[in-house]
C-alpha cells in the first residue's frame, strides 16, 4: 500500500492537477530523511496540517552524498522513499536526484512548502526560493525538535562504538 504513494514526477503532476482542480491545497517539502526520528515525525505532521494533501520529496543518493558527504546515505533512496510513504501523514513520496528541488517546484507549483527551523526564509537556496515565488507558494519554517538530528543520531551511535 505504501509503495503506491511513491510516484514518478509526471503522476506527481496529474495528483496536483486533480487537488488543484478540488480546489485541495497541497503542501510540499523535501530533504534526504537518512534516518527517520520523532523530529522528522513531527515535523511531517506538522506540515501535513497545513493542507490538503502532503508530498515529501526524498533527495537521492547521489545528492544525499554531495549534501551530506561521502558516508551518507545510510538508507538508500528507495528504502527511505517507502518509509516516509508508510507514515500517514505522508500523501505522496517522490524522489529526485538534483542537489535542488527548483525544477521540481515549478512542475508541481505547492500552494504551500514548509521546511525545518534549521532554516530561515533568508537561508533557503535563492534558486529554489525563487523557484517558489515564482509559483506564488507560501513558505513557512517549522520549529525543530530540540535535540533530534540524523548527525546527532550518527554522532552518538559512533561515540559509543
Not at 561521502?70 to 528504502?79: I, K, L, S, W
Not at 535563492?126 to 506564488?136: C, D, T
Amino acid at each position: 500500500m505504501s509503495r503506491e504513494k511513491i510516484l514518478s514526477v509526471a503522476d506527481l503532476v496529474h495528483q496536483r492537477a486533480a487537488l488543484a482542480a478540488q480546489g485541495r491545497r497541497l503542501v510540499f517539502t523535501n530533504g534526504c530523511f537518512d534516518l527517520l526520528h520523532v523530529g522528522h515525525v513531527r515535523y511531517l505532521q506538522a506540515a501535513r496540517a497545513l493542507g490538503d494533501a502532503l508530498v515529501v520529496a526524498v533527495n537521492g543518493d547521489a545528492s544525499v552524498r554531495a549534501l551530506k558527504g561521502p558516508t551518507r546515505p545510510v538508507n538508500a533512496e528507495q528504502d527511505r522513499a517507502e518509509v516516509l510513504a508508510a507514515l500517514g501523514c505522508v500523501d505522496f513520496v517522490v524522489r529526485f536526484g538534483a542537489e535542488r528541488v527548483t525544477e521540481l517546484v515549478r512542475a508541481i507549483r505547492p500552494d504551500l512548502y514548509a521546511k525545518g527551523g534549521d532554516y530561515t526564509v533568508a537561508s533557503l537556496d535563492p534558486g529554489e526560493r525563487a523557484a517558489l515565488e515564482e509559483v506564488g507558494a507560501e513558505i513557512r519554517i517549522l520549529p525543530l525538535v530540540p535535540g533530534k538530528s540524523t548527525t546527532g543520531t550518527l554522532e552518538r551511535m559512533r561515540a559509543e562504538g
